[in-house]
């Protein structure tokens, strides 16, 4: 089981970045999969980026380039690095877990944060 607790939203002009983070607690924290979904209002939550435990990453292709998702076992804690930020950018993020296999459907994340709310201004 794990704990997660988001950080790092907040408001930025396009093209921009920020840094979002994860904190988490609980047992065996190296071996989930790690994931950031967004949602927007009235959307439904989409993913964004996947790391495994063994540290393969996946991304959604509008954030293919400007995203970089990481992860420090040391710390407990995941990255989600936002570049060149767009006002279709504009979402709360959510951090989740999954047990040791990466994926990009919601539904199959077992443990989520409370979400971090990223605002990208024109």
């Known amino acids: 089981q794990v704990q997660l607790a988001e950080s790092g939203g907040g408001l930025v002009q396009a093209g921009g970045s920020l840094r979002l983070s994860c904190a988490a607690s609980?047992?065996?924290?190296?071996?989930?999969?790690m994931a950031w979904f967004r949602q927007a209002p009235g959307k439904e939550r989409e993913f964004v980026a996947a790391i495994s435990w063994t540290g393969t990453t996946y991304y959604e292709d509008s954030v293919k380039g400007r995203f970089t998702i990481a992860r420090d076992n040391a710390k407990n804690t995941v990255f989600l690095q936002m570049n060149s930020l767009k006002p279709e950018d504009t979402a709360v993020y959510y951090c989740?877990?999954?047990?040791?296999?990466?994926?990009?459907?919601?539904?199959?994340?077992?443990?989520w944060g409370q979400g971090t709310q990223v605002t990208v201004s024109l």
């Open positions: 989740t877990a999954r047990r040791r296999f990466i994926a990009t459907s919601s539904a199959e994340y077992d443990y």
């Open positions: 609980g047992r065996s924290f190296s071996s989930y999969a």
